[in-house]
Nanobody, 127 residues
Framework: QVQLVESGGGLVQAGGSLRLSCAAS????????MGWFRQAPGKEREFVGGISQSGTGTYYTDSVKGRFTISRDNAKNTVYLQMNSLKHEDTAVYYC????????????????????WGQGTQVTVSS
């Protein structure tokens, strides 16, 4: 079992930045592809971005490309989501997730393929 705990959410003005962290425990972090998802009120959970086990592969949804960056530190069992140039429409609860059973270079982009989820952290962007 892998436990995931997100942190770093909060209230920020439009145009500002936040960095989310997701600390993993209870499993072999380096053997899991990691992803970030978000869910805004009244909307379905959506994929934000993902990173491969090795960290060499990343993929982002179009709405965050060029603004968000995913990275991971396998020595610290932590994945990060750096969010810059935040917009009001980025307001959501952000979740990290872990997926096992994939090749080390694969980025997992769909929610059903993820095995473990964190509890989420709220990000609110004021306009």
């Amino acid at each position: 079992q892998v436990q995931l705990v997100e942190s770093g959410g909060g209230l920020v003005q439009a145009g500002g930045s936040l960095r989310l962290s997701c600390a993993a425990s209870g499993g072999t972090f380096s053997r899991h592809a990691m992803g970030w998802f978000r869910q805004a009120p009244g909307k379905e959970r959506e994929f934000v971005g993902g990173i491969s086990q090795s960290g060499t592969g990343t993929y982002y949804t179009d709405s965050v490309k060029g603004r968000f960056t995913i990275s991971r530190d396998n020595a610290k069992n932590t994945v990060y989501l750096q969010m810059n140039s935040l917009k009001h429409e980025d307001t959501a609860v952000y979740y990290c997730a872990a997926a096992s059973g994939f090749l080390s270079i694969v980025v997992v982009t769909t929610a059903p393929k993820y095995d473990y989820w964190g509890q989420g952290t709220q990000v609110t962007v004021s306009s």
